[in-house]
């Protein structure tokens, strides 16, 4: 019994296409578990779709990825002079580093290299001080590198990357870079659009992605009726109140109930975290299986490949075998398989 993602094959499909139609640019991003995927299958759709480049997250998911895709795969992790220089001519290196950037014009076989522009973010990257030196570097005579390309990782923010844009781009065409490329993420299309008018000797090309054909379920393995004191689970704890203790598939193992920090950046969002910090407190933790229309309690926490939870009395569990939804991260979640539609 498994912790499955069911996709909508026609729609996932049709939205691949679409998007390709509408950015040619597009550069598909395959990095950790593939957003529940999976780095091959995704390397074999990337082939599939007929694109030059992929973008992958580490140097350690270039060998999974070159196997099964023919073209060029832009490391976006910065690379460091303790990384070996792999696949040659297939890899493009990011960098945000003066002393990174000589160490690789040192490497043999002229490397291809990426310059990446600090965002807001604050997380890699050239100044736009360093962009200016980086420019001279590349623009050298025989400076040891080819350049690619600008990267600018935007923040996931509320509201609009309009004025940082300007700015970055701003500085991307005073560093005087042999390049007219730029890859930039987390644009709307409204942004894009914007920016390729304002420059429309420059390629931009961007990162989007799509979750709506993705369906996340898991299988109810067990259901035991219980009645107030009765003990359960590994701690022995004992149930509240009458009702059903359920065990469903999904644990520690797939990703169920580990959580990063919060993203909470609004008071309703603050609010949301203070309220179930106060439920963790308690005991009660809400768990991210839904049944019966509502997300219901953890009844201990996750096991690692199992999770019970407790259904109050008056709710009717579902049959062992039954699938029912879980939300979950798709970066942080494990699946036993993918059933694409």
């Known amino acids: 019994m498994s912790l499955s993602l069911y996709v909508d094959g026609d729609r996932w499909r049709a939205h691949l296409r679409r998007v390709m139609e509408t950015h040619p640019e597009l550069v598909p991003v395959l990095k950790g578990n593939g957003y529940g995927f999976g780095l091959a299958r995704l390397a074999r759709k990337a082939s599939w779709l007929g694109v030059d480049a992929v973008a992958v997250g580490t140097y350690d998911e270039v060998e999974e990825v070159g196997t099964r895709f023919d073209g060029s795969m ?54 736009a001080r360093g ?70 000797d420059y390629e931009i090309h961007p990162r989007v992605g799509d979750r709506a054909a993705l369906s996340p379920r898991a ?9 107030r004191g009765d003990a359960f689970g590994y701690r022995g704890r004992s149930a509240p109140t009458a009702g059903t203790v359920l065990v469903v598939s999904g644990g520690t193992a797939h ?27 308690a005991g009660f933790v809400r768990s991210p299986y839904t049944i019966g229309g509502k997300q219901r309690l953890f009844a201990e926490p996750p096991h690692m490949q199992a999770s019970m939870l407790f259904l109050p009395h008056g709710v009717r569990p579902p049959a062992v075998g039954v699938e029912v939804g879980v939300r979950v991260r798709f970066t942080t979640t494990t699946f036993d398989r993918t059933v694409v539609s």
């Open 74 to 127: 832009l490391v976006l992790s910065p690379w460091r002079p303790s990384e070996p220089v792999r696949y040659e001519d297939r890899i493009v290196h990011t960098v945000g580093r003066l002393e990174d950037l000589h160490a690789l014009a040192a490497q043999a076989g002229r490397p291809r290299v990426l310059l990446e522009r600090m965002t807001s973010m604050r997380r890699h990257g050239f100044s």
């Open 131 to 200: 962009l200016r030196e980086a420019g001279a570097v590349v623009s050298a005579r025989g400076s040891g590198v080819r350049i690619e390309g600008v990267a600018l990782h935007l923040p996931m923010a509320q509201g609009t990357h309009a004025a940082e844009m300007e700015q970055l781009m701003t500085d991307v065409v005073a560093a005087g870079l042999p390049t007219r490329r730029v890859y930039a993420s987390h644009l709307t299309d409204a942004e894009l659009a914007d920016v390729r008018a304002a420059y429309p």
């Open 255 to 281: 990703g169920i109930g580990l959580e990063a920090p919060t993203a909470a950046s609004t008071l309703r969002q603050r609010a949301i975290s203070l309220a179930k910090g106060g439920l963790d407190a």
């Open 219 to 227: 299988t109810v393995l067990d259901a035991h009726p219980v009645e």
